[in-house]
């Protein structure tokens, strides 16, 4: 074989490789970004489900309280805002319903009649498992933006991932309200 010959073949198996590692890497991309929607839309169909308790758990608290209107009031409010609102503000808007939602639980205790009340339990039940869910599928889409975030940014896979396009998704972050410790001292006030 003459060094012409092995110089070609050299270099068609490097582009061979070139090319199947841009094709693999592009695919990557992309099923790291559609794992990131999918969470995402996880997430809006989570909040829905609790949206659509809240009614519910907001008529079978103001039969028995009065004075924790402005809750009530303003999760309601953000609850009517989130139907309508893009998929971005409905995650963010979720993370004040959690809070003022575990706020109302607080004030619950002030109320016995209600805490006995089996609509109100079965109610608080649901609407905590939904919480749960919610925060495990906040978990995972962070895990799933990092990873894309990472992969868009990292040598080599940057390259393509400039050349399409990709743009780093949004952690989920905490309101400065939920990173504040619980006092305990407040939680046994009556």
């Known amino acids: 074989m003459s060094t012409g010959i092995i110089l070609i073949v050299i270099v068609a198996v490097t582009v061979i490789l070139l090319v199947t590692w841009g094709i693999i890497t592009y695919n990557s991309l992309i099923s790291k970004r559609n794992r990131v929607k999918q969470c995402q839309s996880g997430i809006c169909v989570v909040l829905k489900q609790r949206n659509d308790l809240i009614p519910n ?37 979720g993370s004040e319903i959690s809070t003022l939602l575990g706020r109302l639980n607080v004030a619950v205790e002030n109320y016995p009649e209600l805490k006995a009340n089996m609509q109100f339990l079965h109610l608080q039940g649901q609407i905590e498992e939904i919480e749960n869910e919610l925060q495990a599928i ?53």
Not at 66 to 75: A, M, V
Not at 158 to 174: P, R, V
């Open 57 to 93: 758990l907001v008529a079978a608290v103001k039969a028995y309280m009065g004075h924790e209107n402005e809750i009530l009031t303003r999760i309601t409010d953000l609850r009517s805002h989130a139907a309508s609102a893009a998929e971005r503000e409905q995650i963010r808007e």
């Open 138 to 190: 906040r978990r995972t889409y962070n895990a799933a933006v990092t990873e894309y975030n990472n992969a868009i940014e990292m040598f080599p896979s940057s390259i393509i991932a400039s050349w399409a396009h990709h743009t780093q998704e949004e952690l989920i972050e905490i309101p400065d309200q939920e990173k504040q410790p619980a006092s305990v001292a407040e939680l046994f006030r009556s």
